[in-house]
């Protein structure tokens, strides 16, 4: 699955989950965009993990500011996943 692909399936998280547009924009900031609070971010965070079938750690959350980056982790745990798998 490509960054591309996978920013696709994160705007449509964002929109069926959160009732909210995506930003189209790879660095769009997600928090001031998505007016997001603590409850929404995890929210947005287990869809995520559900969607993808993938754990995200609190470590991996920090640092994560625009939907770029958001879907370069997720493919970054993809490929984890992958590598880990028989």
Known sequence: MTRDEIALRLRAIVRERLAREAPSSPDADLLADLELDSV???????????????????????????????AALVERRLAEERAESP
């Open 40 to 70: 929404r971010q995890l929210e947005l965070v287990v869809a995520i993990e559900n969607e993808f079938e993938i754990c995200l750690t609190p470590e991996d959350e920090q640092g994560i500011a625009t939907l770029g980056e958001l």
